[in-house]
């Protein structure tokens, strides 16, 4: 028999997603205004990260779980909030999209090669991707917020969760 490899499970990396999103949401719901402070650059304010980040979300949650090309992303509707709630409700919808793929996805369907946008990649590099550009930019976030002078809570470390054993 042979004995799994160590390491970190889509389903523990996931759930530290989660774990990043509910956190800064939630900070963002006492702290509205910090949705608007400016960051520079293409991407103009907080808000515009958070979005960015959701949307990416969303675009690898439809290819992986609805089995959906790629597309760019959709447009919005004008009234369209960046508000934490519409935030954390896009996220929910993702990440449980997400965690239903990995349910019933075997290995050698994570193995697969599938065409995302101008590249071929398989679904095992399709959900790091999409997993590790989540906690990229939620450190972004922490970073931003902290120096802004944002008393932004205890560090976001995996170590101080409850997220794995």
Do not use: C
């Not at 690898?60 to 960046?82: D, H, I, M, S, T």
Request: aromatic share 10%; proline share 5%.
């Amino acid at each position: 028999m042979n004995a799994p490899s160590p390491g970190i499970s889509f389903i523990e990396l996931l759930a530290y997603v989660d774990y990043l999103a509910s956190r800064w949401l939630t900070f963002f719901r006492q702290h509205p205004e910090a949705l608007e402070l400016e960051m520079g650059g293409d991407t103009r304010t907080i808000a515009d990260l958070i979005l960015h980040l959701i949307e990416t979300e969303e675009v690898f949650a439809r290819f992986l779980y609805e089995r959906q090309p790629p597309e760019a992303f959709p447009a919005r509707a004008p009234n369209e909030g960046k508000a934490a709630d519409n935030f954390l409700r896009r996220h929910d919808k993702a990440v449980n999209e997400i965690a239903s793929f990995l349910a019933g996805a075997s290995e050698g369907e994570l193995r697969e090669k599938k065409t995302f946008g101008p590249l071929e990649a398989s679904q095992r590099k399709l959900l790091a991707q999409a997993m590790l550009h989540s906690v990229h930019h939620w450190a972004q976030v922490s970073m931003l917020m902290r120096r802004a002078g944002f008393d932004a809570g205890r560090p976001q470390d995996l170590i101080l969760t409850d997220v794995m054993a």
